[in-house]
């Protein structure tokens, strides 16, 4: 009996012992904070991608046994979209999808073949700004050089209806576009665009959103019909009245191409951003349509 009192007794003390060890070691710890923000949502994007059509499956026949309606042919199956590359090893697909709408003499003259799909976006994204430099561009320049017009006096220089002809391969190749089919396109490539746009750290959290509001900027343009005043600076030429000349490179891009080309664009890029946004009332008030 001696034996089993002697056990309990060094039991008890083994637990004490364990007991204020665990209640010294919390003391040691801090208590938990309880102010530390919680890590933010990704907001909602203001301008959703349609959400792919969904063909739902033909009902069984009626169990009551009432005669139903006609049904409608059933649709062919669709063809599973292979997965999408790596926005690494994009390019290849990219070109490819390029050259199925624009032919691929096309892609190969105009098209630089590396970076396709981030060269883009950031291209896309500089629109609002100032040009950014020529080298990193995902075509490749107009030729060739832009014509001048001298007037009497020898020192004033227009820019004029001729440089219009510059952008003619361009504008052919968007007319051969439905807006509708570029948008589907870039509805399934988008995750690779927003993967560019992520890696560029951009405040804006989705590309689309940023998208639309540089379409958006761009139908603002100011119509500016030609000839226009040009000043020679720095080796390349620039608006001699400065208000034009503070516009963002994108629109001086549209003044530039003359008010024919001008109007074909805008009006593409209207039905093109009506392809590409989810909500209605998003189309409601878009800039050049009042």
């Known amino acids: 009996m001696r034996w089993f009192v002697s056990i309990i007794i060094v039991l008890a003390l083994?637990?004490?012992?364990?007991?204020?060890?665990?209640?010294?070691?919390?003391?040691?710890?801090?208590?938990?904070?309880?102010?530390?923000?919680?890590?933010?949502?990704?907001?909602e994007p203001r301008y959703?991608?349609?959400?792919?059509?969904?063909?739902?499956?033909?009902?069984?026949?009626?169990?009551?046994?009432?005669?139903?309606?006609?049904?409608?042919p059933a649709e062919p199956a669709r063809e599973p979209q292979?997965?999408?590359?790596?926005?690494?090893?994009?390019?290849?697909t990219a070109l490819d999808a390029l050259a199925g709408l624009f032919g691929s003499e096309f892609v190969e003259q105009r098209i630089k073949p590396e970076f396709v799909i981030s060269r883009t976006v950031?291209?896309?994204?500089?629109?609002?700004?100032?040009?950014?430099?020529?080298?990193?561009?995902?075509?490749?320049?107009?030729?060739?050089?832009?014509?001048?017009?001298?007037?009497?006096?020898?020192?004033?220089?227009?820019?004029?209806?001729?440089?219009?002809?510059?952008?003619?391969?361009?504008?052919?190749?968007?007319?051969?576009?439905?807006?509708?089919?570029?948008?589907?396109?870039?509805?399934?490539y988008y995750p690779l665009f927003q993967q560019a746009w992520n890696e560029l750290g951009e405040t804006e959290p989705h590309f689309n959103d940023r998208l639309i509001d540089i379409v958006d900027h761009l139908l603002a343009t100011p119509e500016i019909g030609l000839p226009i005043e040009v000043i020679p600076y720095e080796g390349r030429l620039q608006f001699a009245d400065e208000a034009l000349e503070e516009q963002s490179w994108g629109r001086k891009l549209l003044i530039r191409m003359g008010p024919a080309h001008a109007d074909k664009v805008t009006d593409w890029l209207r039905a093109f951003r009506r392809a590409v946004i989810q909500s209605p009332s998003a189309t409601q008030s878009v800039p050049g349509t009042d």
């Open 14 to 43: 083994v637990a004490g012992l364990w007991w204020m060890e665990q209640k010294r070691q919390a003391a040691l710890v801090p208590e938990a904070r309880l102010d530390i923000p919680a890590e933010a949502e990704q907001p």
């Open 48 to 72: 959703p991608l349609p959400k792919p059509e969904r063909h739902p499956a033909p009902s069984p026949d009626s169990p009551t046994g009432e005669r139903e309606a006609p049904r409608q």
């Open 82 to 92: 292979p997965p999408l590359p790596e926005l690494a090893g994009s390019d290849e």
């Open 122 to 188: 950031a291209i896309v994204n500089s629109l609002e700004g100032a040009a950014p430099a020529l080298k990193t561009w995902p075509v490749d320049t107009l030729d060739p050089e832009p014509a001048t017009e001298a007037q009497s006096d020898g020192d004033t220089l227009h820019w004029t209806q001729e440089n219009t002809e510059r952008y003619d391969t361009w504008m052919n190749a968007l007319e051969t576009l439905p807006p509708e089919e570029a948008a589907a396109l870039y509805a399934r």
